[in-house]
């Protein structure tokens, strides 16, 4: 992949965590109050279910349980674990634990598909974790066990996701829209019953409620994984792992421009230093051929001399 494409191919990606960044902006104003499960259920499932509808392809063979385990990882698993932990965990704690995912992928990769784990690779990593940490850090807070592990659990839940979703690509001759499709199937089908379980269906819906929910269910949903499975596919797995970090900026932008939230010094540092991490984190463009050969096309090598004729001076000039 040369540096041109490369560098396409990261910035489509990076749209993805971008557009959940927006989510807890519509969340907050215009779905009902305190029902987050309720908001990635009706974000999930609905959305699966117009792509299947769309695209009339369904799983197969050994992608049906491979469709309910990265469903459920990428999207049912992760959203509940979420959920929990910001239940639970004040002050950012949440976002600072989910930091571990990078390090995590890094691992996993190495394991599962043979990626080499590389020094700046893990300064991305340590970089992203402390960016989030002057981001949303907002001082002391006593710690929930449930809410730790949730947190962790829900790192590892996104960790494996990604990982399983590279090492196993897509099956042949199966779209984009299609395989995301499914998995946003499966995720809304996990999360419905405790989305029923424990919030229930609000009493009345309102218009600003429905508008909120057609954005979560077209561009947080439909559009953003399509492109987020795009770039697993395409880009490295730690290098979309770390892109993740990019929705706590956008969340945090959001929330000063219109929540009138405050942003502080180490909050614009935090902004920088995920950026940093995250151009770490990209793979480097290709050397040139002769570069990687060792001969350059102009590195100023003699040439070669032609050969010489075996008969002398004399003998040459009297034939």
Known sequence: MNGGRSFLTTGVTALAPAIWGTTYLVTTEWLPADRPLLAATVRALPAGLILLLFTRVLPTGVWLWRTLVLGTLNIGAFNFLLFVAAYRLPGGIAAMLMTVQPMAVLVLAALLI?????????????????????LVFKGTAALNVVGVVAALAGAACMATGITLTKLWGRPPGVGLLPFTGWQLTAGGLV????????????????????????????????????IWFRGIERLPALAVSV?????????TLLGYLFLHQTLSMPQLAGIVVIIVAALL???????????????????????????????????????
């Open 114 to 134: 043979g990626d080499r784990i590389r020094f700046t690779h893990v300064a991305a990593c340590v970089l992203g974790a402390l960016g989030v940490v002057l």
């Open 281 to 319: 984190a990209q793979p480097r463009p290709a050397a040139p051929r002769g570069e990687r050969l060792g001969s350059p096309p102009d590195s100023g090598a003699p040439p070669v001399p032609e050969p010489r004729s075996p008969l002398p001076a004399e003998g040459r000039r009297s034939r």
């Open 243 to 251: 892109l993740a970090l990019g929705s706590p900026i956008v969340a």
């Open 191 to 226: 999360l419905a019953p405790f989305t029923l379980a424990i919030e229930g269906m609000p009493a009345t819906i309102t218009a600003t409620n429905v508008l909120g929910f057609a954005y979560l269910i077209s561009l947080g949903a439909v559009i953003s994984y399509a």
